[in-house]
């Protein structure tokens, strides 16, 4: 199946830091999604970006799909930026119905 | 509108019993998938349904199975039960599957 590798699985930044968080993915994609959980565990969606760029805020993201891979950028970070951030993709492949593959996860924390 | 609901948040089970999980996906949306997050094994698969028919499965045992209604709520129902079960389980919902999920608080199960 699809292989989806994130990375730093650590980062530690101070408050006002920019941080670039990378996903690397194996084959083709139809859905790439960006995820922050939150300390409840929650998984919160922050982007929708299966090619192209998006901004939201100090938050944007970029995948170049015929590369294969994304970028979450984080400006200007925040305490509360912190948590795991995932990237999830849907493989083209899937034919029926679609399944969300994980990465491991970047772990961020922003210290005051 | 609502989003994705899942209950309860939290549950603990004996090894050898069963236990159902539910969610009502966000309204219109017809697609619900489930998937596993546990420390050791990351977030993981579980099953999709669309409009009442399981489209997509992964790779878990026979234990593991779920059904959707005529009203896109699902459950997902383990049967004896064992300490490797515990984890948190998450439900999303997308309207028709590929095209963005939006993901629910999650089930925390202990399994004593």
């Known amino acids: 199946g699809i292989q989806v590798e994130q990375s730093p699985p650590d980062l530690i930044l101070q408050e006002g830091a920019n941080s670039t968080l990378r996903c690397n993915f194996s084959d083709s994609v139809n859905n790439l999604q960006w995820f922050h959980q939150n300390p409840w565990g929650q998984l919160i969606n922050l982007f929708y970006i299966p090619s192209g760029t998006k901004q939201n805020g100090r938050l944007s993201a970029t995948t170049v799909a015929t590369e294969r891979y994304s970028l979450l950028y984080i400006s200007s970070s925040q305490t509360t930026d912190s948590g795991v951030y995932f990237c999830?993709?849907?493989?083209?492949?899937?034919?029926?119905?679609?399944?969300?593959?994980f990465g491991e996860g970047t772990q961020l924390t922003v210290n005051p | 509108k609502a989003g994705v609901t899942q209950t309860p948040r939290y549950l603990i089970k004996t090894r050898g019993q069963q236990v159902t999980l539910s969610c009502s996906p966000i309204?219109?949306?017809?697609?619900v998938s489930w998937y596993q997050q546990t420390p050791g094994q990351g977030l993981q698969f579980l099953f999709e349904?669309?409009?009442?028919?399981?489209?997509n499965k992964g790779n878990f045992p026979g234990r593991f199975s779920g059904r959707q209604f005529s009203n896109s709520r699902s459950e997902m129902n383990v049967s004896t039960l064992e300490l490797g079960d515990s984890a948190l389980y998450l439900c999303?919902?997308?309207?028709?599957?590929?095209?963005?999920?939006?993901f629910g608080s999650g089930t925390r199960l202990t399994v004593v």
């Open positions: 309204s219109g949306h017809r697609s």
């Open positions: 999830a993709v849907g493989a083209l492949k899937e034919t029926s119905g679609s399944r969300l593959t």
């Open positions: 999303a919902s997308s309207f028709r599957g590929g095209n963005g999920y939006t």
């Open positions: 349904y669309f409009s009442e028919t399981q489209r």
